[in-house]
Protein backbone atom coordinates (compact mmCIF):
# COMPACT_ATOMS: atom_id res chain seq x y z
CA UNK A 1 0.00 0.00 0.00
CA UNK A 2 2.98 2.04 0.34
CA UNK A 3 4.20 2.20 -3.16
CA UNK A 4 4.02 5.00 -5.89
CA UNK A 5 4.30 3.04 -9.25
CA UNK A 6 5.50 5.19 -12.48
CA UNK A 7 5.01 5.21 -16.05
CA UNK A 8 6.94 4.82 -18.68
CA UNK A 9 10.12 3.20 -17.68
CA UNK A 10 11.88 6.06 -20.06
CA UNK A 11 10.62 8.11 -22.54
CA UNK A 12 12.15 9.97 -25.66
CA UNK A 13 10.96 13.36 -27.09
CA UNK A 14 11.44 16.04 -29.71
CA UNK A 15 12.78 19.60 -29.03
CA UNK A 16 9.72 21.42 -28.57
CA UNK A 17 7.38 18.31 -27.75
CA UNK A 18 5.83 17.70 -25.12
CA UNK A 19 6.75 14.91 -22.17
CA UNK A 20 4.18 13.52 -19.90
CA UNK A 21 5.32 10.87 -17.05
CA UNK A 22 2.01 9.02 -14.80
CA UNK A 23 2.29 8.12 -11.15
CA UNK A 24 -0.34 6.10 -9.38
CA UNK A 25 -0.37 5.66 -6.02
CA UNK A 26 -2.88 3.36 -2.98
CA UNK A 27 -1.87 5.29 0.45
CA UNK A 28 -5.14 7.18 0.74
CA UNK A 29 -2.95 9.37 3.25
CA UNK A 30 -0.90 10.64 1.28
CA UNK A 31 -0.75 14.14 0.60
CA UNK A 32 2.15 15.45 -0.32
CA UNK A 33 3.34 14.94 -4.36
CA UNK A 34 6.73 16.23 -5.18
CA UNK A 35 8.64 15.51 -8.41
CA UNK A 36 12.48 15.53 -8.51
CA UNK A 37 14.80 15.36 -11.33
CA UNK A 38 17.94 13.89 -11.17
CA UNK A 39 21.12 14.77 -13.37
CA UNK A 40 23.75 11.64 -13.13
CA UNK A 41 25.78 11.99 -10.57
CA UNK A 42 23.83 14.40 -8.57
CA UNK A 43 20.90 14.56 -5.78
CA UNK A 44 17.52 14.86 -6.88
CA UNK A 45 16.38 18.11 -7.10
CA UNK A 46 12.80 19.59 -6.00
CA UNK A 47 10.98 20.33 -9.27
CA UNK A 48 7.53 20.67 -8.78
CA UNK A 49 5.11 19.95 -5.84
CA UNK A 50 1.40 19.29 -5.43
CA UNK A 51 -1.03 19.03 -2.40
CA UNK A 52 -4.12 17.30 -3.29
CA UNK A 53 -6.18 20.56 -2.37
CA UNK A 54 -5.64 21.63 -5.82
CA UNK A 55 -6.03 19.49 -9.72
CA UNK A 56 -3.46 21.64 -11.18
CA UNK A 57 -0.45 23.38 -10.54
CA UNK A 58 2.01 24.91 -13.19
CA UNK A 59 5.23 26.52 -12.29
CA UNK A 60 7.24 27.63 -16.22
CA UNK A 61 7.13 25.00 -18.48
CA UNK A 62 6.82 22.18 -15.90
CA UNK A 63 2.58 21.38 -14.93
CA UNK A 64 1.25 18.93 -12.57
CA UNK A 65 -1.99 17.38 -12.51
CA UNK A 66 -3.61 15.82 -10.04
CA UNK A 67 -6.98 13.46 -9.83
CA UNK A 68 -7.32 12.64 -6.81
CA UNK A 69 -10.07 10.18 -7.20
CA UNK A 70 -7.81 7.90 -9.29
CA UNK A 71 -5.39 8.36 -7.32
CA UNK A 72 -2.75 9.43 -10.56
CA UNK A 73 -0.49 12.47 -10.55
CA UNK A 74 1.52 13.29 -13.59
CA UNK A 75 4.04 15.53 -14.75
CA UNK A 76 3.99 17.73 -17.86
CA UNK A 77 6.83 19.53 -19.63
CA UNK A 78 5.95 21.74 -22.40
CA UNK A 79 8.13 22.87 -24.94
CA UNK A 80 10.69 19.73 -23.93
CA UNK A 81 14.49 21.14 -24.45
CA UNK A 82 17.50 19.09 -24.59
CA UNK A 83 18.58 20.37 -21.13
CA UNK A 84 15.92 18.64 -19.18
CA UNK A 85 17.27 15.05 -20.36
CA UNK A 86 17.48 13.77 -16.86
CA UNK A 87 15.64 11.04 -14.67
CA UNK A 88 12.40 12.10 -12.97
CA UNK A 89 10.56 10.85 -10.08
CA UNK A 90 7.44 11.20 -8.92
CA UNK A 91 7.48 10.94 -4.61
CA UNK A 92 4.52 10.80 -2.35
CA UNK A 93 4.41 11.45 1.64
CA UNK A 94 1.73 11.71 4.50
CA UNK A 95 3.21 15.17 5.32
CA UNK A 96 0.20 15.38 7.97
CA UNK A 97 -0.35 14.04 11.09
CA UNK A 98 2.41 12.35 12.99
CA UNK A 99 4.57 11.75 9.97
CA UNK A 100 7.90 12.89 10.01
CA UNK A 101 7.73 13.55 5.88
CA UNK A 102 9.56 10.08 5.07
CA UNK A 103 9.24 10.14 1.07
CA UNK A 104 8.05 7.16 -1.07
CA UNK A 105 9.53 7.42 -4.41
CA UNK A 106 8.30 5.96 -7.76
CA UNK A 107 10.84 4.39 -10.10
CA UNK A 108 11.63 7.06 -12.14
CA UNK A 109 11.38 8.29 -15.74
CA UNK A 110 14.31 8.30 -17.66
CA UNK A 111 13.57 11.64 -20.74
CA UNK A 112 15.88 11.85 -23.14
CA UNK A 113 15.30 15.37 -25.31
CA UNK A 114 16.55 14.88 -28.84
CA UNK A 115 17.25 18.45 -30.57
CA UNK B 1 21.02 28.95 -2.10
CA UNK B 2 22.16 26.67 0.81
CA UNK B 3 23.27 23.35 -0.03
CA UNK B 4 23.05 19.56 1.70
CA UNK B 5 26.92 19.38 1.50
CA UNK B 6 28.10 15.14 1.93
CA UNK B 7 31.57 13.34 1.93
CA UNK B 8 33.29 11.54 0.57
CA UNK B 9 31.70 11.49 -2.72
CA UNK B 10 33.08 8.27 -3.49
CA UNK B 11 34.10 5.14 -0.50
CA UNK B 12 35.55 2.37 -1.10
CA UNK B 13 35.36 -0.19 1.77
CA UNK B 14 36.60 -4.02 2.55
CA UNK B 15 33.06 -5.70 3.48
CA UNK B 16 32.57 -6.46 7.14
CA UNK B 17 34.72 -3.21 7.84
CA UNK B 18 32.99 0.32 9.18
CA UNK B 19 32.24 3.10 7.07
CA UNK B 20 30.82 6.72 8.43
CA UNK B 21 29.13 8.61 5.52
CA UNK B 22 28.92 12.82 6.73
CA UNK B 23 26.10 15.33 6.28
CA UNK B 24 25.99 19.26 6.40
CA UNK B 25 22.58 19.97 6.41
CA UNK B 26 21.27 23.35 5.69
CA UNK B 27 21.80 25.77 8.43
CA UNK B 28 18.27 26.43 9.61
CA UNK B 29 16.55 22.77 8.83
CA UNK B 30 15.11 20.59 11.71
CA UNK B 31 14.87 16.79 9.90
CA UNK B 32 17.00 15.08 8.47
CA UNK B 33 16.82 12.01 6.23
CA UNK B 34 18.77 9.21 4.92
CA UNK B 35 18.19 7.63 1.72
CA UNK B 36 19.33 5.03 -0.45
CA UNK B 37 19.52 4.20 -4.31
CA UNK B 38 20.89 1.28 -5.83
CA UNK B 39 22.21 1.63 -9.06
CA UNK B 40 19.38 1.86 -11.87
CA UNK B 41 16.30 1.68 -8.84
CA UNK B 42 14.34 3.64 -7.25
CA UNK B 43 15.40 6.20 -4.19
CA UNK B 44 14.49 4.35 -1.01
CA UNK B 45 13.64 6.01 2.87
CA UNK B 46 15.84 4.55 4.94
CA UNK B 47 15.83 6.79 8.07
CA UNK B 48 14.64 10.38 9.78
CA UNK B 49 15.87 12.16 12.33
CA UNK B 50 14.29 15.15 14.62
CA UNK B 51 14.69 16.56 17.71
CA UNK B 52 17.89 14.55 18.22
CA UNK B 53 16.40 11.57 17.78
CA UNK B 54 15.19 8.94 15.19
CA UNK B 55 11.70 9.24 14.43
CA UNK B 56 11.01 6.87 11.67
CA UNK B 57 13.46 3.83 9.90
CA UNK B 58 12.65 1.43 7.32
CA UNK B 59 12.79 -2.28 6.97
CA UNK B 60 15.66 -1.31 5.62
CA UNK B 61 17.82 -0.11 8.28
CA UNK B 62 18.34 -2.33 10.61
CA UNK B 63 20.95 -2.71 13.66
CA UNK B 64 24.05 -2.25 11.34
CA UNK B 65 22.38 1.08 10.75
CA UNK B 66 22.95 4.11 12.85
CA UNK B 67 22.95 7.54 13.28
CA UNK B 68 24.04 10.27 15.00
CA UNK B 69 23.99 14.27 15.20
CA UNK B 70 27.56 14.49 16.96
CA UNK B 71 27.23 18.80 16.62
CA UNK B 72 25.07 21.38 15.30
CA UNK B 73 25.98 21.28 11.93
CA UNK B 74 27.09 17.24 11.08
CA UNK B 75 24.62 14.25 10.86
CA UNK B 76 26.05 11.07 9.77
CA UNK B 77 24.87 7.49 8.74
CA UNK B 78 27.41 4.82 10.10
CA UNK B 79 27.58 1.06 8.70
CA UNK B 80 28.88 -1.39 11.45
CA UNK B 81 29.69 -3.86 9.21
CA UNK B 82 29.25 -3.72 6.04
CA UNK B 83 27.65 -6.31 3.12
CA UNK B 84 28.09 -6.59 -0.61
CA UNK B 85 24.80 -5.16 -0.76
CA UNK B 86 25.22 -2.06 1.11
CA UNK B 87 26.50 -0.86 -2.23
CA UNK B 88 24.63 2.18 -3.39
CA UNK B 89 24.44 6.07 -3.16
CA UNK B 90 23.45 7.09 -0.51
CA UNK B 91 21.85 10.58 -0.41
CA UNK B 92 21.52 12.88 2.98
CA UNK B 93 18.24 15.37 2.88
CA UNK B 94 17.08 17.74 5.24
CA UNK B 95 14.09 20.02 5.44
CA UNK B 96 12.45 22.96 7.67
CA UNK B 97 9.87 20.83 8.64
CA UNK B 98 8.16 17.66 8.05
CA UNK B 99 5.72 19.00 5.57
CA UNK B 100 8.16 21.37 4.00
CA UNK B 101 9.98 19.61 0.84
CA UNK B 102 13.55 18.17 1.75
CA UNK B 103 16.38 19.12 -0.10
CA UNK B 104 18.80 16.16 -1.43
CA UNK B 105 22.79 16.38 -1.61
CA UNK B 106 24.78 14.85 -4.32
CA UNK B 107 25.34 11.87 -2.53
CA UNK B 108 27.96 9.63 -1.24
CA UNK B 109 28.61 6.26 -4.02
CA UNK B 110 29.73 3.55 -1.34
CA UNK B 111 31.56 0.21 -2.71
CA UNK B 112 31.49 -2.59 -1.30
CA UNK B 113 34.77 -4.89 -1.94
Same mark, same amino acid.
Given at each position: ??Q???? =???????K????????????T??????????? =???? =????I???????????????????????????H????? =?????T??????????T??G???????T?????? | ????????S???????????L?????????Y??W??????????F?????NN???????????QF?????D????????R?????????????????G????????G??L???
Amino acid at each position: QQQVKQS =PQSLIVQKGGISIINCAYENTAFDYFPWYQQF =PGKG =PALLIAIRPDVSEKKEGRFTISFNKSAKQFSLHIMDSQ =PGDSATYFCAASDAGGTSYGKLTFGQGTILTVHP | EPEVTQTPSHQVTQMGQEVILRCVPISNHLYFYWYRQILGQKVEFLVSFYNNEISEKSEIFDDQFSVERPDGSNFTLKIRSTKLEDSAMYFCASSVSGHQPQHFGDGTRLSIL
